[in-house]
């Protein structure tokens, strides 16, 4: 058994295991592409998707049950970059450190990472006398080239693996950091990776907003069309066999508000690390694998949901003003879910280097503009829509002289002075 390709529109099967046993966890009615922000023309003729969480009960997986062309989710102009702040530059680079710090490889190995963005996983790879590629399907990957981080610019399937293969050695580690749960051709993925990787040697990375972190602490946000799914250990445990790969670690890390690592590989010879054992433990043990822990994290987004959208109309009745502070990808699921438009908020602030300036929200049609305006005008209240980061963010913005009070509307929304 093999997981499928799936073709653009309604899934009404597990990605993974293939099986139509599939449990609705919440609807949060139709959104727009989560970074497929909108020129004022474009704001007429947006489109919509549906957006539903279903759990497979089979193997656990929880994933959407609608998928968006891949042409469509990651265009030309796909605006993020994944070296946009040094905090999360550092945590990209804890990948290459980690694998220098438990693995053994040979002198000159060869690093690959897929959905490499604009290479600053890979420059971490570089520092550590790795060779680099990446393979990157939108304009980021120029960006990425004139760094210095040689990448070829194509969408990954197992042809353009074959076609990486004529020219390049085989790979001693490939990374499929945040992308993994991207794919929507996840055989030809895995049969790509399959191609490049060194059988002996060779380990598969992968690094994903982990399950347990999105439910345990109601990260609902991050539950966008970009993510087809969102995995347990279980399930990546069934996919990897599938392909005859064998978990060899597993590591819980900071990044993105909570992620798992898990490498994996073709050498069954490989013990696994007493990690893999301790998190399957703890998935079982904290209810994982039943609907109750589904039904609970349900009920929660609703109350979640009232509780944000009182706190937000309370103030603006007071003719307070708030500003969105950030605007990744995950706030485009919060705005639109609760409704939170330009008449809850000003606009949205990012860093001069955002190539989110000028463009507005889908649905809730939010305009980003420079935080300059921010720190310029002073709103009583910034909403930390990067809010995973909140600490970081907030002090940040404290530095830069901003003298107002926060709001952070996950997991319980709060005021902080």
């Not at 300036?357 to 649905?363: A, E, K, Q, S, V």
């Amino acid at each position: 058994m093999k997981a499928k390709d799936a073709n653009s529109g309604k899934i009404n099967y597990c990605q993974i295991c293939n099986s139509k046993k599939l449990q609705k966890v919440i609807s949060m009615g139709s959104t727009g592409l989560c970074d497929s922000l909108l020129t004022k023309k474009q704001i007429k003729k947006e489109k919509s998707y549906p957006l539903n969480l279903f759990r497979c009960t089979n193997c656990q997986l929880l994933q959407l049950d609608y998928t968006v062309n891949n042409k469509e989710v990651f265009h030309l102009n796909y605006p993020y970059k994944s070296g946009i702040t040094k905090p999360l530059t550092k945590l990209l680079h804890s990948t290459s450190k980690y694998l220098r710090d438990n693995f053994k490889f040979s002198k000159k190995p060869l690093a690959i990472d897929i959905g490499s963005n604009d290479g600053t996983l890979l420059q971490g790879f570089k520092k550590r006398r790795f060779k680099v590629l990446g393979i990157e399907p939108t304009n980021i990957a120029k960006l990425a080239n004139k760094n210095g981080i040689k990448t070829i610019q194509t969408f990954f399937d197992v042809k353009s693996a074959k076609k990486i293969t004529q020219k390049f050695q085989k790979a001693e580690v490939i990374t499929g950091t945040n992308i993994f749960a991207h794919v929507n051709k996840l055989n030809s993925f895995m049969e790509g990776v399959k191609v490049l990787l060194d059988k002996k040697s060779g380990l598969f990375v992968t690094e994903s907003h982990y399950a347990v972190n999105i439910v345990d602490e109601l990260q609902y946000d991050s539950i966008y069309h970009e993510h087809l799914r969102f995995y347990l250990l279980k399930p990546l445990d069934v996919l990897m066999k599938m392909y005859g790969f064998k978990i060899i670690d597993a590591v819980r890390i900071p990044n993105y508000g909570g992620s798992i690592r898990v490498v994996a590989s073709l050498n069954q010879d490989i013990k696994p690390s007493k990690n893999v054992k301790k998190i399957f433990n703890l998935e079982k043990s904290k209810g994982f694998y039943t609907s109750k822990k589904y039904k609970k994290f349900s009920s929660e987004i609703a109350k979640n949901k009232i509780k944000l959208i009182k706190l937000l109309s309370n103030i603006k009745k007071k003719n307070k003003s708030i500003v969105g502070i950030g605007c990744p990808g995950r706030c485009i699921t919060l705005l639109a879910y609760c409704k939170i438009n330009s008449k809850i908020l000003d606009y949205i602030a990012e860093q001069n280097t955002s190539l989110k300036l000028n463009l507005y929200t889908p649905n809730t049609h939010l305009q980003v503009l420079d935080e300059k305006y921010f720190f310029k005008n002073q709103p009583e209240y910034a909403l930390i829509l990067s809010w995973h980061y909140g600490k970081n963010v907030m002090r940040n913005l404290r530095n830069k002289g901003y003298k107002g009070k926060f709001i952070l509307p996950l997991p319980n929304p709060k005021i902080i002075n």
